[in-house]
């Protein structure tokens, strides 16, 4: 990558599905949350995340590198002991990561829900046993909170760091 200026953000559109398929039908990239989705599991999917930003609750994106589609990254509205907060996820497909391009959308995306002023707190919530993306938390200033215990699929439990920035600080 050739910089910040190759790597930006689109919102998540009706016909992004092929881009999905690739995300969360792989094994490789799907192996910290529960395996590859079923077809039916991704359209469902699709269909949240087109819709996501016109629900006024989150916005999804796609990533574009170099004119190439290669991943998603978003934010969606949670409760998390009894806040409200915004949840952020990520993901690169395989063959463009380890270039810099999930920590340039996901700054992408933070400035977006800065802007917006309507939640004080952006959470992530990555596999401790997924370098990359707690690297992502660190390197993006969020301040880790805790290690939380989830029950995700239903029936195996991951262990997660709470990573929490502050989108009113400086
Ligand atoms: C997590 C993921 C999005 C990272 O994508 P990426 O574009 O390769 O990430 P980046 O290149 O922006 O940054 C990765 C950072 O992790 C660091 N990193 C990579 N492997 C690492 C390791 N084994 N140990 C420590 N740090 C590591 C990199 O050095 C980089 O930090 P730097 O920019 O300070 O050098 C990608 O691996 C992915 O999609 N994984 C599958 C889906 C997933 O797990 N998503 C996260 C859910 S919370």
């Known amino acids: 990558m050739s910089g910040e200026g190759a790597v930006r953000i689109e919102l998540w559109g009706e016909h992004d599905l092929p881009l999905l398929e690739k ?15 079923r077809p039916g599991q991704i359209a469902a999917r699709q269909a949240r995340y087109a819709r996501l930003a016109g629900s006024g609750k989150g916005r999804m994106f ?8 290669v991943g998603s990254v978003g934010y969606w ?4 002991r009894d806040e409200s907060i915004y ?9 463009f990561q380890g270039r810099g391009i999930a920590g340039i959308a996901a700054a992408q995306a933070i400035a ?5 002023g309507k939640h004080r707190f952006m959470h992530a919530f990555p596999a401790v046993d997924n370098p990359p993306s707690n690297a992502i938390c660190r390197k993006l200033g969020f301040t880790l909170v ?8 239903p029936g195996s439990f991951m262990q997660c760091n709470d990573w929490r920035l502050d989108l009113l600080g400086a």
């Open 87 to 95: 949840e952020i996820g990520w993901s690169v497909l395989v063959r």
């Open 62 to 69: 796609k990533i574009v590198a170099g004119g190439e589609t």
């Open 146 to 153: 805790q290690v939380c215990r989830f029950e995700y699929p």
């Open 77 to 80: 509205e949670r409760t998390w």
């Open 112 to 116: 977006v829900a800065r802007s917006e």
């Open 23 to 37: 995300i969360m039908g792989d094994p490789n990239m799907t192996a910290h949350f529960g395996g590859p989705e």
